[in-house]
Protein backbone atom coordinates (compact mmCIF):
# COMPACT_ATOMS: atom_id res chain seq x y z
CA UNK A 1 0.00 0.00 0.00
CA UNK A 2 1.18 3.78 -0.96
CA UNK A 3 2.77 5.69 1.96
CA UNK A 4 1.77 9.29 1.10
CA UNK A 5 5.40 11.18 1.95
CA UNK A 6 6.05 14.86 1.94
CA UNK A 7 7.97 15.84 -1.06
CA UNK A 8 11.26 17.25 -0.08
CA UNK A 9 12.52 18.34 -4.13
CA UNK A 10 14.47 17.90 -6.71
CA UNK A 11 18.25 17.87 -6.87
CA UNK A 12 20.94 17.37 -9.36
CA UNK A 13 22.36 14.40 -6.68
CA UNK A 14 21.36 12.60 -3.62
CA UNK A 15 24.67 11.83 -1.62
CA UNK A 16 22.79 8.94 1.58
CA UNK A 17 25.81 9.70 4.39
CA UNK A 18 27.83 12.44 4.87
CA UNK A 19 31.25 10.32 6.49
CA UNK A 20 34.68 9.67 4.96
CA UNK A 21 32.94 9.05 1.30
CA UNK A 22 29.77 11.19 1.00
CA UNK A 23 30.93 13.93 2.92
CA UNK A 24 33.63 14.84 1.14
CA UNK A 25 31.81 13.69 -2.61
CA UNK A 26 28.80 16.12 -1.68
CA UNK A 27 31.26 19.01 -1.01
CA UNK A 28 33.42 18.53 -4.23
CA UNK A 29 29.66 18.34 -6.42
CA UNK A 30 28.48 21.20 -4.70
CA UNK A 31 31.77 23.20 -5.40
CA UNK A 32 30.96 22.00 -8.98
CA UNK A 33 28.08 24.07 -9.44
CA UNK A 34 25.47 21.45 -8.69
CA UNK A 35 22.35 20.80 -6.37
CA UNK A 36 23.19 18.57 -3.08
CA UNK A 37 21.25 17.46 -0.89
CA UNK A 38 23.18 15.15 2.05
CA UNK A 39 20.77 12.54 4.08
CA UNK A 40 22.35 12.29 7.28
CA UNK A 41 20.82 9.45 9.70
CA UNK A 42 22.22 11.58 13.12
CA UNK A 43 22.45 14.81 13.59
CA UNK A 44 25.65 16.87 14.42
CA UNK A 45 27.64 16.49 17.63
CA UNK A 46 30.71 17.98 16.00
CA UNK A 47 31.22 21.24 17.91
CA UNK A 48 31.27 19.16 21.34
CA UNK A 49 34.34 18.73 22.92
CA UNK A 50 33.83 15.37 23.45
CA UNK A 51 34.43 14.60 19.69
CA UNK A 52 36.81 17.95 18.99
CA UNK A 53 39.85 17.15 21.22
CA UNK A 54 41.71 14.31 19.50
CA UNK A 55 42.37 12.72 23.16
CA UNK A 56 38.74 11.75 23.84
CA UNK A 57 38.19 9.87 20.88
CA UNK A 58 37.64 6.57 22.77
CA UNK A 59 34.79 8.14 24.12
CA UNK A 60 33.33 9.67 21.16
CA UNK A 61 32.87 6.66 20.36
CA UNK A 62 30.84 5.73 22.99
CA UNK A 63 28.87 9.26 23.18
CA UNK A 64 24.95 7.76 23.37
CA UNK A 65 24.30 11.02 21.44
CA UNK A 66 25.65 9.60 18.24
CA UNK A 67 26.64 6.12 18.97
CA UNK A 68 25.51 3.51 17.06
CA UNK A 69 26.16 0.11 18.63
CA UNK A 70 26.68 -2.93 16.30
CA UNK A 71 26.92 -6.27 18.10
CA UNK A 72 28.44 -7.96 15.49
CA UNK A 73 29.73 -12.02 15.17
CA UNK A 74 33.18 -13.21 14.77
CA UNK A 75 32.35 -16.79 14.70
CA UNK A 76 29.05 -18.82 14.58
CA UNK A 77 29.86 -20.46 17.37
CA UNK A 78 29.73 -18.59 20.61
CA UNK A 79 32.18 -20.57 22.86
CA UNK A 80 35.11 -19.48 19.95
CA UNK A 81 33.95 -15.79 20.41
CA UNK A 82 35.99 -13.68 22.65
CA UNK A 83 36.97 -13.80 26.78
CA UNK A 84 37.31 -10.28 26.83
CA UNK A 85 35.06 -8.57 24.27
CA UNK A 86 31.98 -11.03 23.77
CA UNK A 87 29.17 -9.63 25.31
CA UNK A 88 26.76 -12.59 25.96
CA UNK A 89 22.89 -10.27 26.75
CA UNK A 90 23.80 -8.77 22.83
CA UNK A 91 24.72 -12.40 21.48
CA UNK A 92 28.26 -10.59 19.80
CA UNK A 93 31.09 -7.89 20.23
CA UNK A 94 31.14 -4.37 20.49
CA UNK A 95 31.40 -2.35 17.23
CA UNK A 96 31.57 1.05 17.36
CA UNK A 97 29.85 3.54 14.61
CA UNK A 98 28.74 7.08 14.87
CA UNK A 99 25.60 8.40 13.52
CA UNK A 100 26.40 12.25 13.28
CA UNK A 101 27.28 14.58 10.17
CA UNK A 102 30.72 13.49 9.21
CA UNK A 103 30.07 10.22 10.23
CA UNK A 104 32.55 7.67 11.76
CA UNK A 105 35.43 9.94 10.94
CA UNK A 106 33.90 12.00 14.04
CA UNK A 107 34.73 9.70 16.65
CA UNK A 108 37.64 7.92 14.79
CA UNK A 109 41.35 7.93 16.48
CA UNK A 110 41.89 10.47 13.06
CA UNK A 111 45.28 8.57 11.79
CA UNK A 112 46.11 9.38 7.99
CA UNK A 113 48.41 6.91 6.78
CA UNK A 114 48.72 6.09 3.13
CA UNK A 115 47.49 2.80 1.69
CA UNK A 116 50.02 0.63 -0.51
CA UNK A 117 50.42 1.33 -4.38
CA UNK A 118 49.74 -2.64 -4.83
CA UNK A 119 46.09 -1.88 -3.70
CA UNK A 120 45.30 0.62 -6.31
CA UNK A 121 47.03 -1.35 -8.63
CA UNK A 122 44.94 -4.52 -7.57
CA UNK A 123 42.17 -2.37 -8.77
CA UNK A 124 43.26 -1.59 -11.72
CA UNK A 125 43.47 -4.70 -12.64
CA UNK A 126 40.45 -6.61 -11.52
CA UNK A 127 38.33 -3.75 -13.22
CA UNK A 128 40.87 -3.00 -15.82
CA UNK A 129 40.71 0.47 -15.45
CA UNK A 130 44.37 1.85 -15.92
CA UNK A 131 42.89 5.14 -13.91
CA UNK A 132 42.92 2.96 -10.69
CA UNK A 133 47.11 3.28 -11.14
CA UNK A 134 49.29 3.76 -8.14
CA UNK A 135 50.95 6.65 -9.70
CA UNK A 136 47.26 8.31 -11.06
CA UNK A 137 46.18 7.78 -7.52
CA UNK A 138 48.51 9.79 -5.49
CA UNK A 139 47.13 12.93 -7.17
CA UNK A 140 44.30 12.39 -5.39
CA UNK A 141 45.59 12.41 -2.18
CA UNK A 142 47.67 15.21 -3.05
CA UNK A 143 44.35 16.87 -4.19
CA UNK A 144 42.48 16.54 -0.53
CA UNK A 145 46.29 16.89 1.72
CA UNK A 146 47.18 20.18 3.61
CA UNK A 147 50.06 19.22 4.63
CA UNK A 148 51.55 20.87 8.38
CA UNK A 149 53.69 18.86 9.16
CA UNK A 150 56.49 18.73 6.33
CA UNK A 151 57.59 22.14 5.03
CA UNK A 152 57.01 22.95 1.08
CA UNK A 153 59.52 23.29 -1.20
CA UNK A 154 59.37 23.90 -5.07
CA UNK A 155 60.47 20.31 -6.22
CA UNK A 156 57.77 18.62 -3.23
CA UNK A 157 59.73 15.18 -3.22
CA UNK A 158 57.50 13.22 -1.03
CA UNK A 159 54.33 14.12 -2.87
CA UNK A 160 52.19 15.52 -0.41
CA UNK A 161 49.27 18.01 -0.44
CA UNK A 162 49.26 21.63 0.56
CA UNK A 163 46.02 23.31 -0.24
CA UNK A 164 43.26 20.58 0.29
CA UNK A 165 40.47 20.14 2.60
CA UNK A 166 42.45 17.76 4.88
CA UNK A 167 45.12 19.37 7.11
CA UNK A 168 47.38 16.85 8.50
CA UNK A 169 49.50 17.57 11.61
CA UNK A 170 51.86 15.06 13.45
CA UNK A 171 52.05 15.20 17.69
CA UNK A 172 54.39 17.26 18.60
CA UNK A 173 57.69 15.30 19.78
CA UNK A 174 57.88 17.81 22.89
CA UNK A 175 55.09 16.48 24.45
CA UNK A 176 57.22 13.77 25.68
CA UNK A 177 59.54 16.58 26.96
CA UNK A 178 60.03 15.59 31.00
CA UNK A 179 58.44 12.06 30.68
CA UNK A 180 61.68 9.68 30.36
CA UNK A 181 59.77 6.83 30.01
CA UNK A 182 57.89 7.63 27.18
CA UNK A 183 61.28 8.82 25.34
CA UNK A 184 62.83 5.47 26.44
CA UNK A 185 59.88 3.54 24.92
CA UNK A 186 60.13 5.37 21.68
CA UNK A 187 63.86 4.77 21.36
CA UNK A 188 63.56 1.12 21.92
CA UNK A 189 60.72 1.10 19.03
CA UNK A 190 63.43 2.97 16.62
CA UNK A 191 66.12 0.22 17.69
CA UNK A 192 63.86 -2.51 17.24
CA UNK A 193 62.98 -0.81 13.44
CA UNK A 194 66.36 -0.51 12.58
CA UNK A 195 67.22 -3.94 13.81
CA UNK A 196 64.76 -5.81 11.26
CA UNK A 197 65.92 -3.14 8.32
CA UNK A 198 69.30 -2.47 8.14
CA UNK A 199 69.67 -0.47 5.20
CA UNK A 200 71.70 3.27 6.43
CA UNK A 201 71.00 1.44 10.18
CA UNK A 202 73.90 3.85 11.80
CA UNK A 203 73.30 6.79 9.83
CA UNK A 204 69.53 6.75 10.20
CA UNK A 205 69.59 5.75 13.46
CA UNK A 206 71.57 8.65 15.16
CA UNK A 207 69.62 10.97 13.12
CA UNK A 208 66.20 9.77 14.88
CA UNK A 209 68.03 9.42 18.32
CA UNK A 210 69.93 12.67 18.27
CA UNK A 211 66.63 14.60 17.25
CA UNK A 212 64.65 12.64 20.27
CA UNK A 213 67.52 13.59 22.63
CA UNK A 214 67.80 17.19 21.81
CA UNK A 215 63.91 17.01 22.54
CA UNK A 216 64.47 18.65 26.12
CA UNK A 217 67.15 21.41 25.64
CA UNK A 218 67.16 22.30 21.76
CA UNK A 219 66.27 25.55 21.50
CA UNK A 220 65.21 24.78 18.36
CA UNK A 221 61.82 23.06 16.89
CA UNK A 222 63.13 19.81 16.08
CA UNK A 223 59.37 18.69 14.98
CA UNK A 224 59.68 18.72 11.14
CA UNK A 225 62.85 17.33 11.06
CA UNK A 226 61.60 14.45 12.63
CA UNK A 227 58.38 13.92 10.85
CA UNK A 228 60.33 14.20 7.89
CA UNK A 229 62.61 11.05 8.77
CA UNK A 230 59.34 9.21 10.08
CA UNK A 231 57.22 10.48 7.78
CA UNK A 232 54.73 6.98 6.36
CA UNK A 233 53.04 9.23 3.73
CA UNK A 234 56.24 10.64 1.75
CA UNK A 235 56.05 8.98 -1.58
CA UNK A 236 59.37 7.33 -1.51
CA UNK A 237 58.41 5.12 1.77
CA UNK A 238 55.41 4.70 -0.11
CA UNK A 239 56.96 3.57 -3.33
CA UNK A 240 59.57 1.78 -1.50
CA UNK A 241 57.10 -0.02 0.58
CA UNK A 242 59.24 0.74 3.42
CA UNK A 243 59.32 -0.64 6.94
CA UNK A 244 60.71 1.11 9.94
CA UNK A 245 59.08 3.45 12.91
CA UNK A 246 56.82 5.98 12.15
CA UNK A 247 54.91 9.02 13.20
CA UNK A 248 51.45 8.80 12.53
CA UNK A 249 49.96 11.70 10.90
CA UNK A 250 46.45 12.56 11.79
CA UNK A 251 43.81 14.95 10.78
CA UNK A 252 43.86 17.76 12.56
CA UNK A 253 43.70 21.51 12.61
CA UNK A 254 45.88 23.57 14.89
CA UNK A 255 44.93 20.30 17.53
CA UNK A 256 41.51 19.48 16.80
CA UNK A 257 39.81 16.83 14.66
CA UNK A 258 39.21 17.78 10.76
CA UNK A 259 37.21 15.81 8.78
CA UNK A 260 34.50 16.18 6.20
CA UNK A 261 31.96 17.43 8.59
CA UNK A 262 34.01 20.95 8.44
CA UNK A 263 34.89 20.51 4.70
CA UNK A 264 31.00 20.28 4.14
CA UNK A 265 29.88 23.13 6.67
CA UNK A 266 32.77 25.73 5.06
CA UNK A 267 31.03 24.50 1.73
CA UNK A 268 27.40 24.96 3.11
CA UNK A 269 28.48 28.58 4.00
CA UNK A 270 29.89 29.46 0.65
CA UNK A 271 27.14 28.04 -1.31
CA UNK A 272 24.08 27.94 0.83
CA UNK A 273 22.06 27.93 -2.48
CA UNK A 274 23.62 24.64 -3.42
CA UNK A 275 23.88 22.37 -0.48
CA UNK A 276 21.68 21.56 1.40
CA UNK A 277 22.32 19.09 4.60
CA UNK A 278 19.53 17.06 6.22
CA UNK A 279 20.51 15.73 9.63
CA UNK A 280 18.09 13.28 11.67
CA UNK A 281 16.88 11.62 7.89
CA UNK A 282 17.24 7.74 8.08
CA UNK A 283 17.21 6.62 4.55
CA UNK A 284 14.92 3.71 4.18
CA UNK A 285 14.33 2.97 0.51
CA UNK A 286 15.60 3.67 -2.85
CA UNK A 287 13.20 4.48 -5.51
CA UNK A 288 13.94 3.33 -9.24
CA UNK A 289 11.84 3.18 -12.31
CA UNK A 290 10.86 0.47 -14.68
CA UNK A 291 14.23 1.05 -16.04
CA UNK A 292 16.06 0.63 -12.98
CA UNK A 293 16.96 3.94 -12.73
CA UNK A 294 17.22 5.13 -9.53
CA UNK A 295 14.92 8.59 -9.15
CA UNK A 296 14.56 9.37 -5.54
CA UNK A 297 15.65 8.61 -2.08
CA UNK A 298 12.20 7.94 0.55
CA UNK A 299 13.52 8.34 4.39
CA UNK A 300 12.33 8.86 7.77
CA UNK A 301 13.24 11.85 9.83
CA UNK A 302 13.35 11.82 13.47
CA UNK A 303 16.02 11.19 15.98
CA UNK A 304 17.05 7.58 17.50
CA UNK A 305 14.94 6.30 14.60
CA UNK A 306 17.57 3.31 14.21
CA UNK A 307 17.34 0.38 16.53
CA UNK A 308 21.32 0.69 16.75
CA UNK A 309 20.72 4.27 18.25
CA UNK A 310 21.07 3.39 22.36
CA UNK A 311 18.30 5.01 22.55
CA UNK A 312 15.88 3.88 20.08
CA UNK A 313 14.11 1.69 22.35
CA UNK A 314 13.45 4.39 24.89
CA UNK A 315 11.49 6.48 22.54
CA UNK A 316 8.05 6.06 21.13
CA UNK A 317 7.41 8.64 18.34
CA UNK A 318 6.43 8.67 14.94
CA UNK A 319 8.66 9.42 12.15
CA UNK A 320 7.95 11.77 9.21
CA UNK A 321 8.16 10.31 5.75
CA UNK A 322 9.98 12.34 3.17
CA UNK A 323 10.85 11.72 -0.45
CA UNK A 324 13.73 13.62 -2.23
CA UNK A 325 13.68 13.23 -5.70
CA UNK A 326 17.11 13.31 -8.08
CA UNK A 327 17.61 14.83 -11.29
CA UNK A 328 20.97 13.11 -12.47
CA UNK A 329 22.23 10.33 -9.54
CA UNK A 330 21.78 8.89 -6.23
CA UNK A 331 25.18 8.45 -4.41
CA UNK A 332 25.35 5.27 -1.28
CA UNK A 333 27.66 6.05 1.43
CA UNK A 334 26.29 4.84 4.11
CA UNK A 335 29.05 2.09 4.84
CA UNK A 336 30.06 -1.25 4.63
CA UNK A 337 26.72 -2.50 6.48
CA UNK A 338 24.11 0.31 5.91
CA UNK A 339 24.44 0.33 2.13
CA UNK A 340 23.81 -3.05 1.64
CA UNK A 341 21.00 -3.27 3.64
CA UNK A 342 19.51 -0.57 1.90
CA UNK A 343 19.57 -1.81 -1.62
CA UNK A 344 18.23 -4.65 -0.21
CA UNK A 345 15.65 -2.98 1.20
CA UNK A 346 15.29 -1.41 -2.24
CA UNK A 347 15.28 -4.41 -3.92
CA UNK A 348 18.68 -5.05 -5.16
CA UNK A 349 20.75 -7.64 -3.74
CA UNK A 350 20.67 -11.85 -3.57
CA UNK A 351 17.34 -13.17 -4.89
CA UNK A 352 17.77 -15.49 -1.46
CA UNK A 353 17.53 -12.91 0.74
CA UNK A 354 14.95 -10.55 -0.85
CA UNK A 355 12.99 -13.82 -1.15
CA UNK A 356 13.40 -14.56 2.88
CA UNK A 357 12.11 -11.47 3.73
CA UNK A 358 9.49 -10.85 0.84
CA UNK A 359 11.06 -8.00 -0.96
CA UNK A 360 9.57 -7.16 -4.24
CA UNK A 361 13.02 -8.11 -6.33
CA UNK A 362 14.08 -4.89 -8.63
CA UNK A 363 17.48 -6.47 -9.34
CA UNK A 364 19.47 -9.52 -8.47
CA UNK A 365 23.53 -9.12 -7.22
CA UNK A 366 24.01 -11.97 -5.17
CA UNK A 367 27.07 -9.64 -4.00
CA UNK A 368 25.60 -7.40 -2.25
CA UNK A 369 25.89 -7.40 1.38
CA UNK A 370 29.23 -10.44 0.78
CA UNK A 371 32.78 -10.02 0.53
CA UNK A 372 33.01 -8.56 4.50
CA UNK A 373 36.36 -7.75 5.11
CA UNK A 374 38.48 -6.49 8.40
CA UNK A 375 41.97 -5.81 9.58
CA UNK A 376 42.81 -8.22 12.35
CA UNK A 377 44.31 -6.65 15.57
CA UNK A 378 45.29 -7.53 19.32
CA UNK A 379 46.88 -5.38 22.14
CA UNK A 380 49.80 -6.38 24.09
CA UNK A 381 49.42 -4.88 27.97
CA UNK A 382 52.02 -3.65 30.42
CA UNK A 383 52.48 -2.34 33.97
CA UNK A 384 54.86 -0.12 33.82
CA UNK A 385 57.40 0.70 36.71
CA UNK A 386 55.73 4.09 37.39
CA UNK A 387 52.99 6.59 36.59
CA UNK A 388 54.35 8.39 33.04
CA UNK A 389 54.97 11.58 34.26
CA UNK A 390 53.26 13.27 30.76
CA UNK A 391 49.96 12.30 32.42
CA UNK A 392 49.69 13.53 35.33
CA UNK A 393 46.73 16.00 36.76
CA UNK A 394 45.07 14.46 33.12
CA UNK A 395 41.47 13.22 33.83
CA UNK A 396 40.23 12.68 29.49
CA UNK A 397 37.12 14.24 30.40
CA UNK A 398 35.31 17.63 29.27
CA UNK A 399 35.11 20.08 31.72
CA UNK A 400 32.87 21.32 33.80
CA UNK A 401 32.66 25.07 32.46
CA UNK A 402 33.47 27.52 33.47
CA UNK A 403 36.54 25.70 35.71
CA UNK A 404 37.75 22.85 33.96
CA UNK A 405 40.12 21.40 36.98
CA UNK A 406 42.79 20.06 34.41
CA UNK A 407 45.55 21.58 33.04
CA UNK A 408 45.72 19.55 29.73
CA UNK A 409 42.01 20.59 28.94
CA UNK A 410 43.21 24.63 29.77
CA UNK A 411 46.27 24.10 27.69
CA UNK A 412 43.97 22.70 24.87
CA UNK A 413 41.45 25.45 24.96
CA UNK A 414 43.99 28.26 25.52
CA UNK A 415 46.11 27.58 22.65
CA UNK A 416 45.05 23.82 21.09
CA UNK A 417 48.60 22.23 22.03
CA UNK A 418 49.47 19.99 24.56
CA UNK A 419 48.73 16.08 25.53
CA UNK A 420 45.11 16.68 24.29
CA UNK A 421 46.10 17.45 20.87
CA UNK A 422 46.96 14.28 20.19
CA UNK A 423 45.01 11.00 20.01
CA UNK A 424 47.61 9.32 22.15
CA UNK A 425 49.35 7.03 19.62
CA UNK A 426 53.53 7.94 20.69
CA UNK A 427 55.58 5.87 18.17
CA UNK A 428 54.58 3.18 15.09
CA UNK A 429 56.78 0.45 13.77
CA UNK A 430 55.99 -0.78 9.82
CA UNK A 431 57.00 -4.15 9.27
CA UNK A 432 56.52 -7.35 7.14
CA UNK A 433 56.01 -10.41 9.26
CA UNK A 434 57.40 -12.45 6.67
CA UNK A 435 60.20 -10.68 5.25
CA UNK A 436 59.17 -12.65 1.28
CA UNK A 437 56.20 -9.78 1.24
CA UNK A 438 55.50 -7.24 -1.60
CA UNK A 439 54.15 -5.19 1.01
CA UNK A 440 54.99 -4.45 4.78
CA UNK A 441 51.65 -5.97 6.63
CA UNK A 442 52.30 -5.22 10.38
CA UNK A 443 51.23 -1.38 11.95
CA UNK A 444 52.61 -2.10 15.27
CA UNK A 445 51.88 1.25 17.71
CA UNK A 446 52.30 2.20 20.84
CA UNK A 447 50.06 4.40 23.26
CA UNK A 448 50.05 4.75 27.06
CA UNK A 449 47.06 3.49 28.69
CA UNK A 450 44.96 0.08 28.46
CA UNK A 451 42.99 -1.43 25.05
CA UNK A 452 42.25 -4.50 24.53
CA UNK A 453 39.48 -4.45 22.19
CA UNK A 454 35.61 -3.04 21.86
CA UNK A 455 32.95 -3.90 24.81
CA UNK A 456 30.94 -1.67 26.18
CA UNK A 457 32.58 0.63 28.73
CA UNK A 458 36.22 0.01 27.22
CA UNK A 459 36.48 3.86 26.93
CA UNK A 460 36.63 4.34 30.62
CA UNK A 461 38.84 1.67 31.17
CA UNK A 462 41.23 2.63 28.58
CA UNK A 463 41.97 5.96 30.80
CA UNK A 464 41.32 4.39 34.10
CA UNK A 465 45.18 4.12 34.79
CA UNK A 466 48.19 5.93 34.17
CA UNK A 467 50.91 3.02 34.64
CA UNK A 468 49.68 1.10 31.58
CA UNK A 469 51.32 0.59 27.86
CA UNK A 470 49.99 -1.12 25.21
CA UNK A 471 51.12 -2.08 22.18
CA UNK A 472 48.83 -2.48 19.24
CA UNK A 473 49.38 -4.72 16.55
CA UNK A 474 47.54 -4.08 13.21
CA UNK A 475 47.40 -6.79 10.31
CA UNK A 476 46.98 -5.47 6.94
CA UNK A 477 45.66 -7.58 3.56
CA UNK A 478 44.02 -10.26 5.92
CA UNK A 479 42.64 -13.05 3.73
CA UNK A 480 39.29 -13.70 5.17
CA UNK A 481 36.93 -12.65 2.71
CA UNK A 482 33.77 -14.52 4.03
CA UNK A 483 31.85 -12.38 5.95
CA UNK A 484 28.83 -11.02 5.32
CA UNK A 485 26.17 -8.37 6.21
CA UNK A 486 22.14 -9.92 5.39
CA UNK A 487 18.43 -8.43 6.69
CA UNK A 488 17.04 -9.54 9.90
CA UNK A 489 13.98 -7.69 8.99
CA UNK A 490 12.60 -5.95 5.98
CA UNK A 491 12.58 -2.94 8.25
CA UNK A 492 14.59 0.26 7.48
CA UNK A 493 14.89 0.70 11.63
CA UNK A 494 16.39 -2.58 12.33
CA UNK A 495 19.84 -3.67 12.12
CA UNK A 496 21.24 -6.35 9.66
CA UNK A 497 22.93 -9.28 10.75
CA UNK A 498 26.93 -9.27 10.63
CA UNK A 499 28.75 -12.11 10.82
CA UNK A 500 32.81 -11.66 9.53
CA UNK A 501 33.52 -15.46 9.80
CA UNK A 502 36.85 -15.30 11.57
CA UNK A 503 40.08 -17.18 10.41
CA UNK A 504 39.37 -20.79 9.63
CA UNK A 505 35.72 -20.18 9.38
CA UNK A 506 36.45 -18.14 6.81
CA UNK A 507 38.36 -18.38 3.43
CA UNK A 508 41.34 -20.35 2.91
CA UNK A 509 44.94 -18.53 4.24
CA UNK A 510 43.60 -17.83 7.69
CA UNK A 511 47.06 -19.64 9.24
CA UNK A 512 49.06 -16.90 7.26
CA UNK A 513 46.87 -14.21 8.81
CA UNK A 514 46.64 -16.03 12.38
CA UNK A 515 50.80 -16.26 11.76
CA UNK A 516 51.13 -12.58 10.90
CA UNK A 517 49.20 -11.47 13.97
CA UNK A 518 51.54 -13.88 16.15
CA UNK A 519 54.85 -12.53 14.80
CA UNK A 520 53.63 -8.98 15.38
CA UNK A 521 52.79 -9.86 19.21
CA UNK A 522 56.81 -11.29 18.62
CA UNK A 523 57.63 -8.13 18.46
CA UNK A 524 55.58 -6.06 20.27
CA UNK A 525 57.38 -8.09 22.88
CA UNK A 526 61.03 -7.72 21.70
CA UNK A 527 60.48 -4.16 21.99
CA UNK A 528 58.99 -4.20 25.75
CA UNK A 529 62.22 -6.40 26.72
CA UNK A 530 64.53 -3.19 25.27
CA UNK A 531 62.36 -0.87 27.51
CA UNK A 532 62.63 -3.14 30.61
CA UNK A 533 63.64 0.00 32.58
CA UNK A 534 60.08 1.18 32.14
CA UNK A 535 57.84 -1.67 31.60
CA UNK A 536 57.57 -3.91 34.57
CA UNK A 537 55.62 -7.03 33.55
CA UNK A 538 52.85 -8.15 31.10
CA UNK A 539 49.18 -8.34 31.63
CA UNK A 540 47.55 -9.54 28.59
CA UNK A 541 47.90 -11.62 26.67
CA UNK A 542 50.38 -12.61 29.50
CA UNK A 543 52.93 -15.16 31.13
CA UNK A 544 50.06 -18.03 30.19
CA UNK A 545 50.40 -17.31 26.56
CA UNK A 546 54.32 -17.42 26.12
CA UNK A 547 55.14 -20.46 24.29
CA UNK A 548 55.08 -20.10 20.08
CA UNK A 549 52.06 -22.65 20.09
CA UNK A 550 49.90 -20.31 22.75
CA UNK A 551 50.34 -17.49 20.81
CA UNK A 552 47.81 -18.17 17.79
CA UNK A 553 45.72 -19.54 19.74
CA UNK A 554 45.15 -16.04 21.58
CA UNK A 555 45.40 -14.37 18.45
CA UNK A 556 42.19 -16.22 16.74
CA UNK A 557 40.20 -15.95 20.27
CA UNK A 558 40.73 -12.44 21.16
CA UNK A 559 41.34 -10.99 17.57
CA UNK A 560 38.75 -7.37 17.09
CA UNK A 561 38.62 -5.40 13.94
CA UNK A 562 37.07 -1.73 13.35
CA UNK A 563 37.66 -1.34 9.06
CA UNK A 564 34.44 -3.01 8.24
CA UNK A 565 34.78 -3.01 4.47
CA UNK A 566 34.22 -4.72 0.98
CA UNK A 567 30.94 -5.43 1.34
CA UNK A 568 29.63 -4.04 -2.24
CA UNK A 569 32.56 -4.83 -4.06
CA UNK A 570 34.15 -3.54 -7.20
CA UNK A 571 34.76 -5.56 -10.51
CA UNK A 572 33.46 -6.08 -13.69
CA UNK A 573 30.08 -6.73 -15.37
CA UNK A 574 30.88 -10.13 -15.83
CA UNK A 575 31.52 -10.61 -12.49
CA UNK A 576 28.50 -12.35 -10.61
CA UNK A 577 29.76 -11.20 -7.42
CA UNK A 578 30.39 -7.65 -8.58
CA UNK A 579 28.27 -5.11 -7.53
CA UNK A 580 29.66 -1.73 -8.84
CA UNK A 581 32.01 -0.95 -11.75
CA UNK A 582 35.02 1.26 -12.09
CA UNK A 583 33.23 4.23 -12.38
CA UNK A 584 31.28 3.33 -8.86
CA UNK A 585 27.95 2.43 -10.72
CA UNK A 586 25.71 -0.37 -9.37
CA UNK A 587 25.63 -3.10 -12.15
CA UNK A 588 22.52 -3.12 -13.84
CA UNK A 589 20.99 0.34 -12.99
CA UNK A 590 21.43 3.71 -14.06
CA UNK A 591 21.96 6.93 -12.15
CA UNK A 592 23.33 4.20 -9.42
CA UNK A 593 26.50 4.70 -7.59
CA UNK A 594 28.02 3.51 -3.90
CA UNK A 595 31.02 5.72 -2.72
CA UNK A 596 32.24 4.51 0.62
CA UNK A 597 34.47 1.97 2.02
CA UNK A 598 31.92 -1.24 0.75
CA UNK A 599 33.45 -1.28 -2.82
CA UNK A 600 36.89 -2.00 -2.02
CA UNK A 601 37.58 -5.81 -3.69
CA UNK A 602 40.55 -6.34 -1.19
CA UNK A 603 40.93 -4.12 2.27
CA UNK A 604 43.52 -1.52 1.21
CA UNK A 605 46.41 -0.53 2.96
CA UNK A 606 46.42 0.17 7.40
CA UNK A 607 43.64 2.38 8.76
CA UNK A 608 41.31 2.17 5.57
CA UNK A 609 39.80 6.31 5.83
CA UNK A 610 42.68 7.59 3.89
CA UNK A 611 41.80 5.26 1.37
CA UNK A 612 38.00 6.00 1.33
CA UNK A 613 39.37 10.16 1.25
CA UNK A 614 41.19 9.07 -2.39
CA UNK A 615 38.20 7.27 -3.40
CA UNK A 616 35.78 10.26 -2.19
CA UNK A 617 38.00 12.43 -4.66
CA UNK A 618 38.15 10.16 -7.66
CA UNK A 619 34.03 9.54 -7.71
CA UNK A 620 33.78 13.45 -7.88
CA UNK A 621 35.60 13.23 -10.93
CA UNK A 622 34.13 10.18 -12.34
CA UNK A 623 30.52 11.24 -11.84
CA UNK A 624 31.45 15.39 -12.87
CA UNK A 625 32.60 13.50 -16.33
CA UNK A 626 29.41 12.07 -16.79
CA UNK A 627 27.14 14.93 -15.65
CA UNK A 628 25.73 15.55 -19.01
CA UNK A 629 24.71 11.92 -19.71
CA UNK A 630 22.98 12.17 -16.95
CA UNK A 631 19.85 14.63 -17.64
Not at 277 to 300: M, P, W
Not at 584 to 611: C, N
Not at 621 to 628: H, V
Request: glycine fraction near 8%; hydrophobic fraction near 35%.
Amino acid sequence: MAVDRQDRGEFDYIVVGSGAGGGPLAANLTRAGFTVLVLEAGGDRGSDLISRVPAFHPKSAEDPQMSWEYFVKRYNDPSRESKVNYTPSRNGTFYPRAATLGGCTSHHAMITVYPHNGDWNQIAFATGDQSWLAENMRGYFQRMENCRYIAETPTNPGKHGYGGWLTTETANPRTLVGDKELINIVKAAVKEGLSRNRRDMLGFLSQVLAAINNLPRDASDPTSEIARLLDPNDWSFVKDTREGVVLTPVATQGGERRGPREYLLETLDQFPNLLTIETYALATRVVLDDNRRARAVEYSRGAHLYAADPDSGHLNQEPELWVARARREIILAGGAYNTPQLLMLSGIGPAEQLSQHGISPVLIREGVGKNLQDRYEVGVVFETKKPFAALKDATFTPPVFPDTGDRHMQQWLDSGTGLYSSNGVVIALIARSKPELLDPDLFIFGTPGIFTGYRPGYSEEAFSRKDRWTWLILKAHTKDTAGEVTLNSDSPYDVPAINFHYFDEGTTGYQDDTDAVAEGVKIARSMSKRAANVLKKELSPGPKVRAKKEVPGFVQQEAWGHHASCSCKMGKATDPMAVVDSKFRVIGTQGLRIVDASVFPKIPGFFIVTAIYMVSEKAADDIIAAAPSML
